[in-house]
């Protein structure tokens, strides 16, 4: 069974930018988490979606944004990139029973200049 | 509010010592609590996980108990190994979680020499 799958790996951007980044949820999974991991934040929680509706949103600005399409892929957008965007961005997914217990992708990470 | 903490790293151990990994949490009534584990360039990837007071988790030779009078979830580990080296996160989800949303404590970095 293939895990979670997250496109780009590595990205570089400048300040002002946009980026998406994707990510493929194990197979039959309708849940797809987003966190933002930083040396000084450590891991936090950006939404969640299932089944293609928000159901879970932390305290991020509106520039952070996603969306998951109907075979459960999703992806998340950054708006006018700040420097301190500058992350590794982990996908988890889970069959969405609120279990809490997450599978996560290698992440994507990206750097803003 | 929902927050978990963690005992700061990084941890430095020998080979088959013992471990452990203090976490504490503050949550609104009796969350589910788990312990994550990332190795170096990777994802997290579940390590255990307690969902009631009294529960023990446990995978791995790691164990942790679920102390509702103490707020704790501590990570133990009798003997460890070269191959534990890797960050240890402890997490809880709250009550009214629907779905993927946990919070997570800072990370402990575990280092383990021969």
């Known amino acids: 069974k293939a895990g979670v799958t997250q496109t780009p790996r590595y990205l570089i951007k400048t300040r002002g930018q946009q980026v998406t980044l994707s990510c493929s949820p194990i197979s039959g999974h309708r849940s797809v988490s987003w966190y933002q991991q930083t040396p000084g934040q450590g891991l936090q929680f950006l939404f969640e979606y299932f089944s293609e509706t928000q159901r879970n949103k932390g305290n991020f600005p509106g520039r952070f944004s996603g969306r998951q399409f109907s075979n459960s892929r999703s992806e998340m957008n950054v708006s006018t990139l700040e420097l301190g965007d500058s992350a590794l961005y982990l996908c988890?997914?889970?069959?969405?029973?609120?279990?809490?217990?997450?599978?996560f992708g290698e992440g994507s990470r990206l750097t803003v200049l | 509010g929902n927050s978990v903490t963690q005992m700061e790293g990084p941890v430095t151990l020998s080979e088959e010592a013992f471990l452990t990994i203090n976490c504490t949490y503050t949550a609104t009534g009796y969350p589910s609590l788990f312990w994550y584990v990332q190795y170096p360039g990777e994802g997290l990837q579940l390590l255990l996980k307690?969902?009631?007071?009294?529960d023990k988790g446990s995978n791995k030779g790691f164990e942790a108990t679920y102390r509702k009078e103490t707020t704790s979830f501590h990570l133990e580990k009798g003997s460890v190994q070269v191959s534990d080296s890797a960050v240890y996160f402890c997490a809880l989800t709250p009550i009214y979680n629907q779905g993927g949303k946990l919070i997570f404590g800072q990370g402990t970095e575990l280092s383990v020499k021969p």
């Open positions: 988890a997914s889970s069959a969405g029973a609120g279990t809490g217990e997450l599978f």
């Open positions: 307690a969902t009631k007071a009294d």
